[in-house]
């Protein structure tokens, strides 16, 4: 990982890298135990001759005049040493285990005989050091009749590890070679099956970049399972932008459709006033209704512009408004316009009670905001508007009525469709709009109704939005 810190960031490389590491850390594992087992195969079949050599011995130990003595052909050590090209020294022990034959420096075997062999003799293999070389021994129990009774004396045979170990590390050459050239075979061919496994990214990558700058159209090229989620992912970015660059499409239309009637009657009233066909006064009252509709239109096509930028951000889950507070310094806020038309203003909420809402506060106080201007815009001067926030269980119902027409049928077809619904002379018709937006944003659900449905002989409209309570800790609203 760390030669691949420096490079490029490559999938191909990095896979390589990680399943050749595994193969040869594979190999290198396999390869040890091989060669463990060819020493053990050389092993048994050089034992043979071994247990050979100790059994020639022991047949030359005999028991006569009372003593014992081994007289063993120097000729016949030549002869084995010549079959197993190493030097063979060997040690015979009487029956108390002392020196009778052969080489003293031998050391005598002290260790336990197996109970079974894989020989038809009492043999027991092991490996010990001889003139400080490493040596493969063979200790015999070799039966001896003394006259009386049969004893056993010890024979050992040992012999030099160095046809064994060339023989094994011939063979580990051998495997080595072997497994070298199917490691370079197999990395050749395991590059090329990388790269076409990873095929299915460069045509994804081909697709992305052959589209239409323009096009954000969801990608349709078949992907294995693994690439599923990034094209999943890349479809609901694109989706997203769509979303966004479609609302700053829409959001420059409108507002060049909206603001150019404005613009345009404000400076036919100026070149008017210019030109002295109205009175001063008569003309500096229309200058100004004029100024203030553009600006109602401006700061609404802001509004619902910001309310699509919302939208479209991932909302955090610390985002908290509390509703009965923002509608006591809304009321405030709108008290020279409730003052102006003489207008009685009522607030029904929970007593001593914090109602929360999991919402962005700006949007909540800017849809209040928007069902409080309607209301005072469409009640007649001496009625009355209000505000009720209603707890029902985990739903929270907060209601904007008013005194005013209501609704008839031909308005309530066309309620939510920009610039459509507005007075021409009071409103710019993006209010419901804008409040229908944030409802949409924050998950709440909008629904408009005439009060006379629900209290006969009332006049006037009731907006109603349904969103889901916050547990918050109970405490005076005041402090809120």
């Known amino acids: 990982m760390a030669l691949l810190a420096g490079r490029e960031l490559s999938i191909r490389r990095r896979l390589a890298v990680l399943i050749l590491g595994a193969l040869v850390t594979f190999l290198i594992i396999d390869t040890t ?76 075997h002290n260790g336990v005989f197996p109970k079974r062999t894989p020989y038809a003799a009492l043999a027991s293999f092991y490996e010990d050091k001889f003139e400080g070389d490493p040596v493969r021994v063979v200790a015999l129990l070799q039966p001896v009749y003394d006259g009386q009774s049969y004893r056993m004396v010890t024979v050992q045979v040992a012999e030099t590890l160095e046809l064994r170990k060339s023989l094994a590390q011939q063979g580990l050459i051998s495997t080595l070679d072997r497994q070298v050239i199917f490691l370079m075979i197999l990395s050749v061919l395991m590059w090329w099956l990388i790269g076409r496994g990873l095929r299915p990214i460069s045509v994804l990558r081909r697709e992305l970049l052959e589209r239409d700058p323009d096009s954000l159209s969801p990608l349709v090229t078949p992907a294995p399972r693994e690439l599923r989620p990034i094209v999943e992912a890349l479809n609901e970015v694109m989706a997203r932008l769509k979303g966004v660059l479609d609302n700053r499409q829409r959001f420059v239309r409108d507002a060049s459709h909206q603001l150019r009637t404005p613009l345009a009657v404000l400076k036919a009233q100026v070149q008017n006033a210019q030109r002295g066909d109205l009175a001063p006064d008569v003309a500096f009252a229309e200058l100004s209704q004029s100024v203030d509709r553009a600006t109602r239109v401006a700061n609404q096509m802001l509004a619902l512009a910001k309310v699509a930028q919302l939208e479209s951000e991932a909302p955090e889950a610390s985002e908290q408004t509390e509703l009965v507070s923002l509608a006591r310094d809304l009321a405030v806020e709108c008290s020279p316009l409730l003052a102006d038309k003489a207008l009685d203003f009522a607030l029904e909420a929970p007593e001593h009670r914090p109602v929360v809402v999991a919402a962005h506060e700006w949007m909540i106080r800017e849809l209040l905001r928007n069902l409080v201007s309607n209301a005072i815009r469409h009640t007649p001067p001496g009625s009355a ?95 809120a």
């Open 33 to 108: 135990v091989i060669y463990q087992n060819t020493l053990e195969s050389i092993n048994i079949a050089y034992d043979r001759t071994l247990l050979a050599s100790a059994r020639a011995i022991g047949d030359t130990v005999k028991f006569e005049e009372g003593k014992l003595s081994a007289s063993l052909p120097y000729a016949t050590l030549e002869v084995f040493e010549a079959v197993t090209r190493g030097r063979i020294v060997y040690r015979v022990s009487d029956f108390d285990g002392g020196f009778l034959s052969g080489y003293q420096e031998l050391p005598k």
């Open 385 to 479: 508007i209000g505000i009720d926030i209603v707890l029902a269980g985990r739903t929270v119902l907060m209601s904007v009525w008013d005194s005013g027409p209501g609704l008839d049928a031909e308005r309530e077809a066309k309620l939510f469709e920009p610039f459509s619904s507005g007075d021409p002379n009071s409103g710019s018709g993006l209010g419901l709009v804008i409040c229908r937006d944030i409802c949409r944003a924050v998950g709440a659900r909008l629904t408009l109704r005439n009060r006379s449905r629900a209290e006969p002989g009332v006049s006037g409209l009731r907006v109603t939005v349904e969103m889901s309570y916050e547990d918050a800790p109970v405490r005076d609203i005041a402090t």
